[in-house]
């Protein structure tokens, strides 16, 4: 022991040394195998690397800008500001039972760009504000949901 760690237990009492001693009768010293360290081969997972970059171009080039699940996904997004029939009947039959949808940013503008609609959408609408109010939302403006279009087009035009 160090000479910082008797003069402790010499301040301590007799008590604490007899701990000490029954703590260090159990020390174990690690075997020798297991410091020894052990020292991979780079060369296989830099082949491995290699083939994952490999893979991952060649899908580059054979795929087509958008996937199917990129252009539902913006459909989502964006059913609240095209109008029409279509989608209309996209955003309620995508409501939860709750009166949600994926999210409280869809909720908000979906249940904005029902509001005028009739119909099944008039049902969708007040299912959509129950819900928003018991979370203390509301639905967007038609300036807000205007303002969203707008940036949602510009956006979109871009890339």
């Not at 081969?41 to 795929?63: D, K, T």
């Amino acid at each position: 022991m160090t000479k910082d760690l008797e003069g402790t237990l010499a301040e301590l009492g007799a008590g604490y040394r007899e701990v000490v001693e029954r703590l260090r009768a159990c020390e174990v010293e690690p075997h020798a195998a297991a410091l020894r360290t052990r020292r991979l081969a780079p060369l296989p997972y830099l082949a491995a690397a290699s083939v994952a970059a490999a893979l991952v171009g060649i899908a580059c080039m054979f795929s087509s800008g958008r996937s199917a699940a990129q252009d539902g996904a913006r459909r989502v997004y964006t059913a609240a500001y095209e109008g029409g029939a279509a989608a209309i009947e996209a955003m309620v039959s995508s409501q939860r039972a709750d009166g949600s949808w994926a999210n409280d940013f869809l909720t908000l503008q979906n249940a904005a760009a029902l509001r005028e609609a009739g119909g099944k959408a008039s049902v969708a609408y007040k299912k959509a504000v129950r819900y928003l109010r018991s979370r203390g939302l509301r639905p967007l403006t038609d300036e807000e949901l205007r303002l969203r279009a707008d940036l949602a087009r510009s956006v979109c035009s871009q890339g």
